[in-house]
């Protein structure tokens, strides 16, 4: 018997991880970045295959991590969790630096980055599994926390995008859970309803620019229901 | 430039991995375990070659992940983290249930666990990743945080041992964290120095039992200098 909801009980931390250039770069929000070797220290990262960044990591060989802080904003999860570098430049906008390696590294909102060189690739179904050996570490703000998946699901009410390895189906959820993550906002100009549960974003996680898709009030003129 | 002070801020929890049989089994406290894909849920461990339980899990095909809760009493520490199985039966006197596939569950502690089936292993060198799918999870206690690797770092002053992917060379680290590593503990009974540095157990992780080695004094004499 599986209760899924056993499985929110595993600790991880959450990244954006970067691959790409100068030129071309992208990035995603990732919850699954942990050291595999420490003689060579070497870290893995899981990315969904249909991750734009994947393509990136595959082409360049080598990836950064970036550790977000307890207080990083809603606007670096709507860009690097719920949208697409097929469609956006994710990297526009951002303080980014550029690694021994080439590859981007994004400094908002981090508390300390890594970079690493692919070794090994592991084809694990749905995913890669990128195994790099750590050539860069550095840290940018040692007073903050590290944000973790406990405080991002519980305090923060963010949910697991559809491509990250720890995605539940809603389905598959019994009671505590479930209620914890559908929630529903209403319009307060026009009366349209923002259903969490039909949405891919939470609304905590639209950015503050967002607007009612029906009649174009801000989204502080929703209230939940 | 390498800072490896940077990689305390990659957010693990702590586990109990097993394996083995009603027959012999044994286990190692991992802070490895990561869900690696969603559909079917397939969770990865990381565990030293040198590790007793990696020839049980190879043996076996399946291991179990007991998640531990913060209060974890340092007795599981001690037992399974820095003790081998090589030596003492690891399970003798522990909770103890059997799952699906057979292998040895701890309860103790415990918040929930997982149980997988191995579908795959990867070498990385000094450690391999099994990777398992997820045939069976509970939850045991849902009152309880589950114990992060930085609460048993910050808060509980625990060191990983010389078999986990992060263990780090003391030498390797700059102040801030050399300076929370090491401690010394005096007995006050016969003057014996317990120095954290030359020792493989932190004073605090030692059994309730332990005695001083020189002159059979508690460890509630010692005092720390």
Redesign the interface.
Known sequence: ???????F?????LYVVCSGDKNRGNGFISN?????????????T?CNKNNFTAEFIQKCGAFSVS?LNVNASSEIFGTFGYKSGKDIDKLAGMTVRYGDTGVPIVINDS????ECKVV?T?D????L?F?GE??????LD?IQ??M???YYRQIRKGVAPKN?????DKSKLET?EKDLLLKKYKCSSCGYIYDEDTESVKFADLPDDWVCPLCGAYKSDFFEI
């Open positions: 018997m599986i209760n899924f909801e056993a499985l009980n595993i600790s991880y931390g699954t970045v942990f050291q595999v070797t420490a003689e060579p220290a070497k870290f893995a899981c550790i508390m300390a980055f890594l090994q592991v694990v179904g749905t995913h599994i195994i750590l050539v860069n570490a550095e840290i040692d926390e590290p973790t998946y406990l990250a390895p720890t995605y539940i505590r």
